[in-house]
Nanobody, 124 residues
């Protein structure tokens, strides 16, 4: 089992920044990669980014490239999502997820464990 707890969400003005963190516990050594997804009301869950636990390889969704940065700290079992130049369309619940095997990183269904989510609201 893997447990994920997100923190750092909140309300920010357009153009501002927020930093989300995901604390990971449990079978961390079995994790293949960590991902971030978001879901706005009435919309499908959207891929934000993914980072390989060992490789450190990072993949970003098209809508956040150049604005968001993912990082991981295996010694602290944390994954961070730095969000800059936020837009109103970035408002959503953001989820941290763990993938236990190599697969298509952008597909939500391949992630095995999910956090409870944290709300990000960007005011225009």
């Amino acid at each position: 089992q893997v447990q994920l707890v997100e923190s750092g969400g909140g309300l920010v003005q357009a153009g501002g920044s927020l930093r989300l963190s995901c604390a990971v516990s449990g079978r961390t050594s079995s994790i293949y990669s960590m991902g971030w997804f978001r879901q706005a009301p009435g919309k499908e869950r959207e891929f934000v980014g993914d980072v390989g636990r060992i490789s450190g390889n990072i993949l970003y969704g098209d809508s956040v490239k150049g604005r968001f940065t993912i990082s991981r700290d295996n010694s602290k079992n944390t994954v961070t999502l730095q969000m800059n130049s936020l837009k109103s369309e970035d408002s959503a619940v953001y989820y941290c997820a763990a993938r236990m095997a190599r697969s298509a990183a952008t597909a939500a269904h391949v992630y095995n464990y999910w956090g409870q989510g944290t709300q990000v609201t960007v005011s225009s």
